[in-house]
């Protein structure tokens, strides 16, 4: 039982552009948010996180967008950049619990 | 402070052979979790200890076990190997401060089941 969708499987976008990924959760009972950034032979490493009680956050390049209602959040990455080329997990956590998108492979054209 | 430490990086194993994992979490990290990622799958998770309790379980068979030292060192075993037991496996670690916190991964033991 997938509980956290992510999509799309993989992005294609220009050097400049503005990549946007989208999560959908079910569990409500879910509280911490965290964006993860895995480059091939690495592990994942913590990109930016958010939690129900605010509805935006923003690092830098990184936004993320949650709307509680709709048990939905999104990762904006503005000013894409090639660097930024790897494969972005979602999730969603309770108690550190931590379940996982199935990821979604960004790679940025020059 | 020293990242997470996986060994080995690498194993080759037979089916129905056993192996045991080894995690090293960051100094003063207490809670510790085990993924498996497969391309097919992505990110599963497996278990999570703290303070040498298993605190949270995922949704494998019971082939799949860990513990957890009083040093919060982890280990993870997997018994009577099957194919489709091939995956990287991920540890990750936090600090226990009661509510989810950054967990930081290490770069994972590359398992094939020949």
């Known amino acids: 039982q997938q509980q956290v969708k992510q999509s799309p499987q993989s992005l294609i976008v220009q050097k400049g552009g503005i990549s946007i990924i989208n999560c959908a959760y079910e569990n409500t009972a879910f509280d911490y948010f965290p964006w993860y950034q895995q480059f091939p032979g690495k592990g994942p490493a913590l990109l930016i996180a958010?939690?129900?009680?605010?509805s935006e956050k923003k690092e830098g390049r990184f936004t993320i967008s949650f709307n509680k209602s709709a048990k939905q959040f999104s990762l904006h990455i503005m000013d894409s950049q090639p660097g930024d080329s790897a494969t972005y997990f979602c999730a969603a956590s309770v108690n550190n619990d931590m379940r996982f998108g199935a990821g979604t492979r960004l790679t940025v054209k020059p | 402070k020293a990242g997470v430490t996986q060994t080995p990086r690498y194993l080759i194993k037979t089916r129905g052979q056993q192996v045991t994992l080894s995690c090293s979490p960051i100094s003063g990290h207490r809670s510790v979790s085990w993924y498996q990622q497969t391309p097919g799958q992505g990110l599963q998770f497996l278990f999570e200890?703290?303070?040498?309790?298993?605190?949270n379980k995922g949704n494998f068979p019971g082939r799949f076990s860990g513990r957890q030292f009083s040093n919060s060192r982890s280990e993870m075993n997997v018994s009577t190997l099957e194919l489709g037991d091939s995956a990287l496996y991920l540890c990750?670690?936090?600090?226990?401060?009661?509510?989810?916190?950054?967990?930081?991964f290490g770069q994972g033991t590359r398992l094939t089941v020949v």
């Open positions: 200890y703290f303070s040498e309790t298993q605190r």
């Open positions: 990750a670690s936090s600090v226990e401060t009661g509510v989810n916190t950054e967990a930081f």
């Open positions: 958010i939690r129900p009680d605010v």
